[in-house]
């Protein structure tokens, strides 16, 4: 069988493409595990026991940053009600069940999980914009401009036609 030198660059561009939305859905599952123990901690925390400890040691780092930090950790964690460990708790699980539903999604290369990454990334921009004309820094600043490559090229990506051989022996027609 003969397969065109064209069709061939084109496989390649395709893969190339295919690897960067790998990347994007495998960076979305690794924030989904962050936030579950972002949201298991914080439940963790509703036991008084294991709030004392994390406030211990959270006070013992923050003063090895020096005693503003420290003041500032400390007033943080004596102020957090139940209520709002609670919070944080089922918020940061509902964004990683997301994130780990784009992540699946992305890595098996389905193309609603390209717009649902569209969708919810572009969802966050401007909060990030919000934060960043509140206090600029360089976090801010690279997650702004992250996610807006991250849409960019997934809009990109799903205004492309999709390649009829995708997924068939090395994209080759049979």
């Known amino acids: 069988m003969v397969v065109k030198a064209s069709t061939r660059g084109a496989g390649k561009r395709h893969h190339a493409r ?43 780092m923050a003063w090895r940053l020096g005693p503003r930090a420290a003041s500032r950790v400390e007033h943080r964690l004596s102020n957090l009600h139940e209520s709002q460990l609670k919070l944080v708790a089922v918020v940061a699980l509902l964004y990683a069940a997301l994130f780990a539903v784009e992540g699946v999604g992305l890595l098996m ?51 492309q036609p999709r390649d009829s051989t995708a997924g068939r022996e090395g994209g080759r027609r049979r």
């Open 109 to 159: 290369s389905k193309r609603w999980a390209e717009y649902l990454t569209i969708v919810a990334t572009s969802s966050f921009v401007p909060f990030e914009a919000y934060e960043l004309v509140k206090k600029v820094s360089w976090q801010r600043v690279a997650t702004l401009a992250i996610n807006l490559l991250v849409v960019g090229y997934l809009i990109w990506k799903v205004r």
């Open 18 to 60: 295919d690897g960067l939305v790998k990347t994007i859905g495998a960076f979305k599952l690794v924030k989904a595990l962050l936030l579950i123990g972002v949201g298991l901690g914080a439940l963790n925390l509703l036991n008084p026991a294991n709030a004392d400890t994390a406030y211990r040691w959270a006070s013992s």
